[in-house]
Protein backbone atom coordinates (compact mmCIF):
# COMPACT_ATOMS: atom_id res chain seq x y z
CA UNK A 1 0.00 0.00 0.00
CA UNK A 2 1.20 3.34 -0.31
CA UNK A 3 -0.25 7.11 0.50
CA UNK A 4 0.25 9.90 -2.56
CA UNK A 5 0.58 13.49 -1.24
CA UNK A 6 0.23 16.49 -3.50
CA UNK A 7 1.57 19.84 -3.18
CA UNK A 8 2.67 23.03 -5.13
CA UNK A 9 -1.06 24.28 -5.76
CA UNK A 10 -2.14 27.76 -5.36
CA UNK A 11 -3.67 30.83 -6.90
CA UNK A 12 -1.98 32.26 -10.12
CA UNK A 13 -2.74 34.65 -13.03
CA UNK A 14 -2.82 33.61 -16.55
CA UNK A 15 0.66 33.21 -18.04
CA UNK A 16 2.46 32.19 -14.69
CA UNK A 17 3.85 29.26 -13.52
CA UNK A 18 3.28 26.34 -10.88
CA UNK A 19 5.14 22.81 -9.82
CA UNK A 20 3.41 20.13 -8.74
CA UNK A 21 4.72 17.17 -6.43
CA UNK A 22 3.46 14.09 -6.10
CA UNK A 23 5.30 12.07 -2.92
CA UNK A 24 4.64 8.77 -2.04
CA UNK A 25 5.13 6.96 1.86
CA UNK A 26 7.48 4.51 0.86
CA UNK A 27 10.10 4.39 -2.08
CA UNK A 28 9.00 3.50 -5.30
CA UNK A 29 10.96 0.76 -7.29
CA UNK A 30 8.26 -0.74 -9.94
CA UNK A 31 5.41 0.87 -11.30
CA UNK A 32 2.75 0.81 -15.07
CA UNK A 33 1.99 4.69 -14.60
CA UNK A 34 2.22 7.31 -12.26
CA UNK A 35 0.09 10.68 -13.62
CA UNK A 36 -1.60 13.86 -12.88
CA UNK A 37 -5.23 14.08 -13.35
CA UNK A 38 -7.67 17.19 -13.53
CA UNK A 39 -10.85 17.54 -12.38
CA UNK A 40 -13.04 21.02 -13.06
CA UNK A 41 -15.97 21.84 -11.57
CA UNK A 42 -18.54 20.33 -12.88
CA UNK A 43 -16.94 18.23 -15.23
CA UNK A 44 -15.16 14.54 -14.92
CA UNK A 45 -11.83 14.01 -14.03
CA UNK A 46 -9.58 13.91 -16.74
CA UNK A 47 -5.50 12.70 -17.20
CA UNK A 48 -3.66 15.33 -18.03
CA UNK A 49 0.24 13.86 -17.61
CA UNK A 50 1.65 10.57 -17.47
CA UNK A 51 4.89 8.35 -17.16
CA UNK A 52 5.82 4.91 -17.15
CA UNK A 53 8.02 3.27 -15.13
CA UNK A 54 10.19 2.87 -18.61
CA UNK A 55 10.38 6.56 -18.16
CA UNK A 56 7.23 7.38 -21.59
CA UNK A 57 5.55 10.22 -21.02
CA UNK A 58 1.75 10.74 -21.94
CA UNK A 59 0.30 14.02 -22.30
CA UNK A 60 -3.44 15.75 -22.76
CA UNK A 61 -3.47 18.02 -26.12
CA UNK A 62 -4.40 20.75 -23.66
CA UNK A 63 -0.99 20.28 -21.79
CA UNK A 64 1.65 19.39 -24.37
CA UNK A 65 4.16 21.95 -25.03
CA UNK A 66 3.06 23.51 -21.78
CA UNK A 67 3.47 20.93 -19.22
CA UNK A 68 6.34 18.69 -17.82
CA UNK A 69 6.28 15.15 -15.87
CA UNK A 70 8.77 14.05 -14.43
CA UNK A 71 10.24 11.30 -12.15
CA UNK A 72 14.06 12.27 -11.16
CA UNK A 73 16.15 10.02 -9.23
CA UNK A 74 14.16 10.54 -5.62
CA UNK A 75 12.35 7.42 -5.86
CA UNK A 76 8.92 8.72 -4.37
CA UNK A 77 8.16 12.06 -5.96
CA UNK A 78 6.84 12.91 -9.10
CA UNK A 79 6.16 16.56 -10.63
CA UNK A 80 4.41 18.78 -12.56
CA UNK A 81 5.73 21.56 -14.28
CA UNK A 82 3.22 23.66 -15.47
CA UNK A 83 3.88 27.43 -17.64
CA UNK A 84 1.82 29.41 -19.58
CA UNK A 85 -1.26 28.45 -17.15
CA UNK A 86 -4.49 29.52 -18.62
CA UNK A 87 -7.86 29.86 -16.76
CA UNK A 88 -8.94 26.23 -18.08
CA UNK A 89 -6.04 24.85 -16.59
CA UNK A 90 -8.03 25.51 -13.37
CA UNK A 91 -9.39 22.50 -11.00
CA UNK A 92 -8.15 19.79 -8.24
CA UNK A 93 -4.86 18.46 -9.59
CA UNK A 94 -4.78 14.69 -8.52
CA UNK A 95 -1.89 12.43 -8.20
CA UNK A 96 -2.40 8.86 -8.98
CA UNK A 97 -0.44 5.78 -9.31
CA UNK A 98 -0.81 2.82 -11.05
CA UNK A 99 0.61 -1.24 -10.15
CA UNK A 100 1.86 -4.04 -12.20
CA UNK A 101 -0.95 -5.87 -9.67
CA UNK A 102 -3.73 -4.11 -10.79
CA UNK A 103 -4.14 -1.60 -7.71
CA UNK A 104 -4.40 2.32 -8.01
CA UNK A 105 -3.78 4.70 -5.71
CA UNK A 106 -5.02 8.20 -5.65
CA UNK A 107 -3.87 11.33 -3.50
CA UNK A 108 -6.24 13.98 -1.82
CA UNK A 109 -5.49 16.48 -4.26
CA UNK A 110 -4.28 20.12 -4.46
CA UNK A 111 -6.49 23.24 -6.16
CA UNK A 112 -4.91 24.87 -8.92
CA UNK A 113 -6.68 28.05 -9.73
CA UNK A 114 -5.84 30.03 -13.37
CA UNK A 115 -7.08 33.81 -13.16
CA UNK A 116 -7.54 35.93 -16.34
Known amino acids: QVQLVESGGGLVQAGGSLKLSCTAS????????WGWYRQAPGKQRELVAAITGSGATNYADSAKGRFTISRPSARNTMYLQMNSLKPEDTGVYYC??????????WGQGTQVTVSS
Open 96 to 105: KISFPMGSDY
Open 26 to 33: RSIFSFNA
